[in-house]
């Protein structure tokens, strides 16, 4: 990692998640390998929401009623599931349903009994990544206090600490962090989580209302709207998709009374209808086309206690799109896109991997609330993609950004602004909106190796581009690269040789420069550079070759001899 001249990233040395496909090991040693490009894959669901306008006082107090008494059934069913730990078994999941359906009904019990399921999947994968993060905090302090102190460090490994001071600190910090990986595999083995419903940042907020600027009662609102559950799986067959929480093509909402509740039925069979309408209309089309046909479509019912507004969304699932072949996404040209903790830069590239026209940037703000920096990353997507399609390339090249391993503090010392540059950029958030709001502008998503790409965008692409009218900045030249290794071609910008000295006589070999570009006639590079990121030559040469180069080193060898002997006379 680097840090960049305004506030960006340029993830070069960090370790990642390798891509799938063929590596290529450029030469020149001490370059880790580069991951080939690949095509992601489409989203297979969707969501859609909407706000329940008009609900009356009594439509408001069923669903506060009805929401926490299944939010104190899922605690529960939580609290055994936890308690189960590895142990767990499809017998005693059909023994917690059976248990919930003698206070709800059976579909209620299904949503509840599944949504535990996920939420205790989630807190194993959390618990996974905390005790890798620990992990790589022990290995970087024992690598830096294994080292002399003021020893420098390299580009791939810290040095030394600075005092003997610091040393004593971190040494000391080494052994807090060795005991909390042990009591996390520990826990990690036993199979024990720990889950708070209704979240454990809000939990702790309660502690300290003056500094989070909330009343007790603000905070009791947002808790007890944190653990309401009102949510249910849809059942293809079913009418309109889902018998719990019903639908209708008018917009009429009703939902299934536990049966501890039925008695706050207005409509038949245990039922309650609102007098709120619903109207997606965003995949409004779409969403009718389900229900008509009975397939399954999802409902959750939540309350915003900050606006005192009720929401619905409905989700379903659907046959991702098949996935175009690289080099069918990519007939066309990509737009290289290098991802900031600002804003997006990109570049638009031909088949060939020349920059076309000026680079474009993207702006957002991630500072504020969470809607807030969702609103900035969907507007910023939405702009590239219009100008995508403006260009009519049919590709978005990005990296394949991974920042799990290098928010520690141990690995970038007392760099705390920039660890926390590196935690603002919404590499995971960025990622999937984009794959989802590209796939509905028919445009793929080709993920390239991070590797180098900012480095070698700067070395190659800045200082060529750069003219009174452009101004290429270091992000700039980092979406070239993207979209050079995107495409499969070498960052590296080759400069072709003199008219009279090219192999083919009069013809353009190289399709990385055209006539009118910037230092095109540029000293060539020895026969024996390659490119950082070339792929590896595949063959052996010939017996032919191999005896002909032998008898050209014999006869220099002999013609060195013959002068050295005449020398000696």
């Not at 993830?11 to 991951?35: K, Y």
């Not at 969702?374 to 990296?399: P, Y």
Request: net charge positive; charged share 30%.
């Amino acid at each position: 990692m680097s840090r960049t001249a305004s506030g960006g990233v340029a993830a070069e040395t960090a370790p990642r998640h390798a891509a799938p496909g063929r590596t290529t090991r450029p030469p020149g040693g001490g370059v880790r390998p580069v991951a080939a490009p690949f095509v992601a894959a489409g989203p297979s669901g969707v969501a859609v929401r909407d706000r329940l306008k008009g609900l009356t006082a009594a439509d408001e107090r069923v669903l506060r009623l009805v929401g926490a008494h299944l939010g104190s059934l899922a605690a529960r069913d939580l609290k055994v599931r936890c308690g189960a730990g590895l142990d767990h078994d499809a017998d005693r999941w059909a023994a917690r349903k059976r248990e919930l359906t003698q206070v709800s009904s059976a579909r209620w019990a299904g949503s509840i009994t599944k949504a535990t399921h996920d939420q205790w999947a989630l807190a194993r994968r959390a618990q996974h990544a905390h005790v890798q993060g620990l992990e790589a905090g022990v290995r970087t302090l024992e690598h830096r206090l294994s080292l002399p102190i003021g020893a420098e460090g390299t580009r791939r490994a810290p040095g030394g600490y600075r005092s003997r001071r610091e040393w004593f600190h971190k040494s000391r910090r080494l052994g807090i962090l060795k005991d909390r990986l042990t009591r996390e595999r520990a826990d990690r083995d036993a199979g024990i989580v720990h889950v708070v419903r209704g979240g454990k940042k809000l939990a702790r907020t309660r502690h300290q209302l003056e500094n989070a600027g909330l009343t007790e009662r603000q905070w009791r609102q947002r808790w007890e709207a944190r653990r309401l559950f009102l949510a249910a799986d849809g059942e293809s067959g079913k009418r309109y998709g889902n018998e719990t929480i019903r639908l209708t093509p008018g917009g009429q909402v009703s939902l299934k009374l536990p049966a501890l509740l039925a008695h706050l039925a207005n409509a038949p069979h245990g039922r309650y209808v609102l007098t709120a309408r619903v109207a997606f209309r965003h995949r409004g089309a779409e969403w009718a086309d389900r229900i008509a046909a009975d397939r399954a479509v999802a409902y959750r019912i939540h309350h915003d206690p900050e606006r005192d507004r009720w929401y619905l969304t409905a989700s379903w699932q659907r046959t991702p799109a098949r996935t175009l072949p690289l080099q069918a996404a990519c007939a066309r040209g990509v737009i290289g896109v290098d991802t900031n903790a600002d804003h997006l830069a990109a570049y638009r590239l031909d088949p060939h991997g020349n920059p076309v026209g000026d680079p474009k940037r993207f702006g957002y703000d991630l500072s504020g609330t969470a809607d807030h920096r969702d609103a900035q990353v969907r507007h910023a997507i939405s702009r590239l993609l219009h100008w995508a399609k403006r260009c009519g390339v049919t590709a978005i090249g990005i990296e394949n950004l991974d920042f799990t391993a290098d928010k520690t503090r141990e690995k970038h010392g007392r760099k705390k602004r920039f660890r926390q540059l590196i935690s603002a950029i919404p590499t995971g958030r960025l990622k999937a909106r984009l794959v989802s709001m590209a796939a509905e502008q028919d445009l793929a998503i080709v993920a390239v190796d991070p590797a180098y790409t900012s480095m070698w965008g700067d070395e190659h692409w800045r200082k060529p581009l750069t003219s009174s009218k452009r101004k290429m900045s270091r992000h700039d030249a980092a979406s070239i690269a993207i979209g050079r290794r995107a495409l499969g071609h070498p960052i590296r910008r080759r400069t072709a040789p003199p008219r009279d000295d090219r192999s083919d006589r009069r013809g353009h070999r190289t399709a990385q420069a055209r006539p009118g570009a910037r230092e095109r006639e540029g000293t060539r590079p020895p026969l024996t550079e390659r490119a950082h990121d070339a792929p590896s030559r595949t063959g052996r040469r010939t017996r032919a070759t191999s005896a002909s180069n032998t008898v050209r080193d014999t006869r220099s060898t002999q013609g060195r001899h013959q002068m050295m002997l005449l020398d000696t006379v």
